[in-house]
Every structure is written in C-alpha cells, then in structure tokens.
T-cell receptor, first 119, second 112 residues
Framework: DTGVSQDPRHKITKRGQNVTFRCDPI?????LYWYRQTLGQGPEFLTYFQNEAQLEKSRLLSNRFSAERPKGSFSTLEIQRTEQGDSAMYLC?????????????????FGSGTRLTVV | QKEVEQDPGPLSVPEGAIVSLNCTYSNSAFQYFMWYRQYSRKGPELLMY????GNKEDGRFTAQVDKSSKYISLFIRDSQPSDSATYLCAMSSSGSARQLTFGSGTQLTVLP
C-alpha cells in the first residue's frame, strides 16, 4: 500500500487521559502535516515537518499537544490531559517537495484520519 | 469572519446535472487554489489544483479562479451518484503549500 496510513482509526478516551496517534506517510514524501477536522468544518492546520524538523506550528497546537517525526519517517501526535473539545478527526497528510531550483508541489495525500472521542 | 467562506449546502441534484460549487476568500495573498473531495469517514483527496486566475479542466471537472473577485468555482459536468461527497476548497499563499486554509465544505448528493 503506497498511501498514508493512520493508526488507530478510532480512539475513545476519558477526559484527562493521554492519547497518541501514529501516521506513516508515503515513503518518498519528505513533508508531513497534521490537521484537525471537526464535524461540518474543513481541516485546520496544526503542524508540519520537513524530514525530521518541525518547521511550523499553529496557535491551535496548545501546550498539551506535541508532535514528533523521528528520523523523518513516521510521525506521532500526542495529546496530554485530553478535554472534550479535543474530540475531532485528526488527519495526517504527506507531500513531496523537490528541493533545489524550482520548488514543485504535487498535492497532499491525506490518510483516512483518527477519530478521537473524549468522554 | 473566516478567511474562506463556502456554502455548506446540502446540495442535491439529479444524475447528469451540472453542479456548481463556490468559495469566496478574503486574503489577497492566496495564489494557489485547490478542490478536495471527501467521502464519509475518509480523508480528503485532491481533485484540482490551480495557480492564480483562470480555468483548468480535467475530465468532467472544471476549476475557475477569479482573483479580482476573490471567488473560485468548481463545475462538475454529467454528475454521477459516485460524485456524492463533501467538496472542500483550499488555498495557500505559498507554492509549496506549507499550510492550507480550507473552506467548511459543501455536501453534495447526486440522485440516481
């Protein structure tokens, strides 16, 4: 499978617990993105990595959120002390950027997301 | 006010109809415009990608961008029941699209 893989697909947790999601991007893609989508809304940017470096973070990414991409491969998104407002679909996407000369972008490939429900 | 506004619908059309989906935006720095399709319980998939103003056609899909009016459209010709999904517009000021700003999506149902 050459798509973006996310695990788990669905997570139900109690308020106050910590949760961690995993994303495996397309292997040749050097950029990885995390977005959050609530019901009836479009995805909202959280953060992105180029290789292992986290280059940009949204103000939506509070101190309770942390993302990592060790060795520039898979990524994890951890939410500490979950709140009911964290309930959403967490989407991962990856893309390829050709460095040097003309930068080209061929579009994101999104995973199917992890649906988080905080009860 | 959101940077990108999109009519949420729902929009219901008979099979074979021409569908028009639209977004308006307020940030004049946006230069790259995309349309994504999202089926239920799936991630968005890229349909069309355009730069600056103009039209782009791909099969039954046509994307239009009017930067002077800050208005973008997606037309679907000969709509099919398999086109039933939520359509999201997305925009970026950067060609490498480090961060996309999405509309809230329009839910489309094509009736057989």
């Amino acid at each position: 499978d050459t798509g973006v893989s996310q695990d788990p697909r669905h997570k139900i947790t109690k308020r106050g617990q910590n949760v961690t999601f995993r994303c495996d991007p397309i292997s040749e893609h050097n950029r990885l993105y995390w977005y959050r989508q609530t019901l009836g809304q479009g995805p909202e940017f959280l953060t992105y990595f180029q290789n292992e470096a986290q280059l940009e973070k949204s103000r939506l990414l509070s101190n309770r959120f942390s993302a990592e991409r060790p060795k520039g491969s898979f990524s994890t998104l951890e939410i500490q002390r979950t709140e009911q407002g964290d309930s959403a679909m967490y989407l991962c996407a990856s893309s390829a950027i050709i460095a040097g000369g003309l930068t080209r972008w061929y579009g994101y490939t999104f995973g199917s997301g992890t649906r988080l429900t905080v009860v | 006010q959101k940077e990108v506004e999109q009519d949420p619908g729902p929009l219901s059309v008979p099979e074979g109809a021409i569908v028009s989906l639209n977004c308006t935006y307020s940030n004049s720095a946006f230069q790259y415009f995309m349309w994504y399709r999202q089926y239920s319980r799936k991630g968005p998939e890229l349909l069309m990608y355009t730069y600056s103003s103009g039209n782009k056609e791909d099969g039954r899909f046509t994307a239009q961008v009017d930067k002077s009016s800050k208005y973008i459209s997606l037309f679907i010709r000969d709509s099919q029941p398999s086109d039933s999904a939520t359509y999201l517009c997305a925009m970026s000021s950067s060609g490498s699209a480090r961060q996309l700003t999405f509309g809230s999506g329009t839910q489309l149902t094509v009736l057989p």
